[in-house]
């Protein structure tokens, strides 16, 4: 979950990262009672990168000039997105800029400080220029010298950088944060440094330790809802244009049905990733009890999401290892197959928006791997149904098989 450049703005202003005098724009006619002086920069707030290419950034020097540009911004899609706020800042001049960032790298499971003396880094070639310090302790300024040294800044520039990157991890371990990135770093002759531009991502799964994250969490996922990921902004999901949509407990789960989907000839709609809650669910609860009470409900919105994707004919629900909330599960799976007869034990179930089967409803293959296989297979079998509506495997080759199987003949009954 990314931060807009103006948000990240106030969160460095607010840690001692400097940053350019700036001001909010919600409406152009803001821009009257601008309080930052000529000559300014207009900057659109969207989350799609290459905004400068696409005409998002735009430098002014007089009133009238800044209304006219701010209304040309408003209405200026990029990456099919509109820009709700606009970022207007003081120019600067800087004589050289650089890159700095603190991501967490989880293949060392630290945090690792980067530094470059380019900012537009080829990221091709990035192993050659950008120099690297994992924190492999606690936190010390040493971290942050030996990065600066490394990049081969010296004197006044050298204690400039390094308090920024120190300042710049300081946030990262505050927020519980993946990313913090100045890009760029601008200097001034005068030896001045300055945050021209910044990126933060925050690590969903952290959200519920700051409950003054929730707004946010609930904002970006609002909007991302109406770009082109639709109802999927609160999932790890990837969103398609096949008719087999899966559902996996797990990203690896999701990512290799997906996998084998298209390694025979199918073609993948959305995919949903049931393991993980919900990014705006701030309760104080662990993650892994998080998983356990809510797998069910994420199970049923889930299958009614997809349903409700008429190019999806078929759902390939993916289980692999122990299911929680078992009886509650399986329930879901029988009363989105045979909605006439709802289970009423499940407050869950009710809540399902099937109440009759269309010509657009899918079929549902599940494969639930595991020693519940039996106990799942007996279970559904007593479910009546219409033919193929319900299919129960426990090899994954047989799902996906039978999934693109469905989704052909399908097809084919259209023509």
């Not at 409406?27 to 005409?55: C, F, M, N, W």
């Not at 400080?113 to 950008?130: H, N, P, Q, R």
């Not at 800044?153 to 946030?171: A, D, I, P, T």
Request: aromatic content about 6%; some cysteine; glycine content about 6%.
């Amino acid at each position: 979950m990314d931060l807009l450049e103006y948000q990240v703005k106030e969160w460095f202003s607010n840690i001692g990262i400097p940053v350019l005098p700036s001001q909010r724009i919600d409406h152009p006619t803001d821009l009257k009672r601008l309080k930052i002086s000529y000559p300014i920069v207009l900057k659109s707030q969207v989350y799609a990168g290459e905004r400068a290419k696409a005409g998002g950034v735009r430098f002014v020097g007089t009133t009238i000039d800044a209304i006219a540009s701010a209304q040309t911004l408003f209405n200026l899609p990029i990456g099919r997105e509109l820009p709700e706020v606009l970022l207007a800042e003081s120019q600067y001049i800087g004589e050289q800029e650089l890159y700095l960032a603190v991501v967490l790298d989880t293949a060392v499971c630290r945090p690792v400080l980067l530094g470059c003396t380019e900012a537009d880094v080829d990221w091709e070639a990035a192993g050659e220029k950008m120099h690297h310090v994992v924190v492999e302790q606690e936190f010390s300024p040493f971290y942050a010298r030996r990065l600066a040294l490394k990049m081969g800044l010296q004197g006044k520039l050298m204690q400039s950088v390094s308090s920024v990157v120190e300042k710049m991890y300081q946030l990262f371990v505050q927020q519980d944060l993946d990313l913090v990135e100045i890009n760029p770093l601008a200097v001034s002759a005068s030896g001045e440094v300055m945050a021209l531009n910044g990126k933060v991502s925050i690590n969903e799964r952290a959200i519920g330790r700051h409950p003054d994250l929730a707004e946010i969490a609930v904002k970006i996922a609002h909007r991302q809802s109406g770009s082109s990921t639709r109802h999927l902004g609160n999932w790890d999901s990837l969103d398609l244009h096949g008719k087999i949509g899966i559902l996996g407990n797990g990203m690896g789960s999701m990512m290799a049905t997906l996998d084998l989907v298209t390694s025979v000839g199918g073609k993948a709609g959305s995919c949903l990733n049931l393991r993980h809650a919900f990014v705006t669910d701030v309760s104080p609860r662990t993650f892994s009890d998080r998983f356990e009470r809510g797998f069910a409900d994420r199970l049923a919105k889930g299958l009614n999401i997809l349903a409700a994707d008429k190019s999806i004919q078929v759902i390939l629900l993916n289980l692999l290892g122990s299911v929680p909330q078992t009886e509650e599960v399986y329930a879901i799976i029988r009363n989105f197959v045979q909605p006439e007869h709802p289970d009423t034990k499940s407050t869950t179930v009710r809540g399902s928006s099937r109440t009759s089967r269309d010509n657009h409803f899918p079929q549902l293959v599940v494969r639930i791997a595991g020693s519940e296989f039996n106990i799942a297979q007996n279970c559904l079998a007593t479910i009546n149904t219409e033919t193929d509506a319900l299919i129960v495997v426990e090899n994954l080759d047989e799902a996906v098989a039978a999934s693109v199987r469905l989704a052909k003949l399908t097809a084919h009954k259209k023509v």
